[in-house]
């Protein structure tokens, strides 16, 4: 079945420190997307991003489909930045979704 | 604001128990999804529906049902409920209508224990 890997797996960052979030994926799959999960437990959706790269304030994700992988970046973190972050792929084909998500990186920002 | 709803916050089951977890959407979306997440991981896919009065299995439905009464509403059952049922489950919205709007829309989630 559809595989997807994230690293690294946890991340502690000092407040301020940029950090790069890595998911690779076993298929050439297209839309992919990038979720964030609150340390309370919601998950909001960060990104679509099937192809190229797709910036929204300090956040930078970038997918290459042809090589499997997708990576989100965070510039000059902060506390409120913690919390835990997915990758995920669709494997439908059609206009619903069908995810399958990595185990994500949890990630730490400390003062 | 897209609102997902889910009721229960939380809940404890005793093993055997019927449970029944409840979703609510005032997106006007067509699909909906319930998905489950066990401490440490990702979510898995159990159920979904693009219309109501139809669902689809995800990819581990067994132990599961699932109910569609209405567009807005979306029911996760399980009958007999077991240990390893315990989780987070999440129930999604979507609307599908094309790559600007691909965006899932969740819940708050459900902390189900079975003891």
């Known amino acids: 079945g559809q595989q997807v890997q994230q690293s690294p797996a946890s991340l502690v960052l000092q407040e301020g420190e940029n950090a790069e979030l890595q998911c690779n994926f076993s298929?050439?799959?297209?839309?992919l997307q990038w979720f964030y999960q609150h340390p309370g437990g919601r998950l909001v959706s960060l990104f679509y991003n099937p192809s190229g790269t797709k910036h929204t304030g300090r956040l930078t994700s970038t997918t290459v489909t042809n090589e499997r992988r997708s990576s989100l970046h965070i510039s000059s973190s902060q506390t409120t930045d913690s919390g835990t972050y997915f990758c995920?792929?669709?494997?439908?084909?059609?206009?619903?979704?069908?995810?399958?998500f990595g185990q994500g990186t949890s990630l730490s920002v400390v003062p | 604001e897209a609102a997902v709803t889910q009721s229960p916050r939380s809940k404890v089951a005793v093993t055997g128990g019927k449970v029944t977890l409840s979703c609510h959407q005032t997106n006007n979306h067509d699909y909906m999804y319930w998905y489950r997440q066990d401490t440490g991981h990702g979510l898995r896919l159990i159920h979904y529906?693009?219309?109501?009065?139809?669902?689809e299995k995800g990819d581990i439905p067994d132990g599961y049902k699932a109910s569609r009464p209405s567009q807005e509403n979306f029911s996760l059952i399980l009958e007999l409920a077991s240990l390893s049922q315990t989780a987070v489950y999440f129930c999604a919205s979507s609307d599908g209508l094309g790559s600007s709007a691909e965006t899932l829309y969740f819940g708050s989630g459900t902390r189900l224990t079975v003891l």
């Open positions: 298929s050439t799959a297209t839309r």
């Open positions: 995920a792929i669709d494997r439908a084909s059609s206009s619903f979704s069908k995810l399958v």
């Open positions: 529906s693009y219309v109501a009065d139809s669902t």
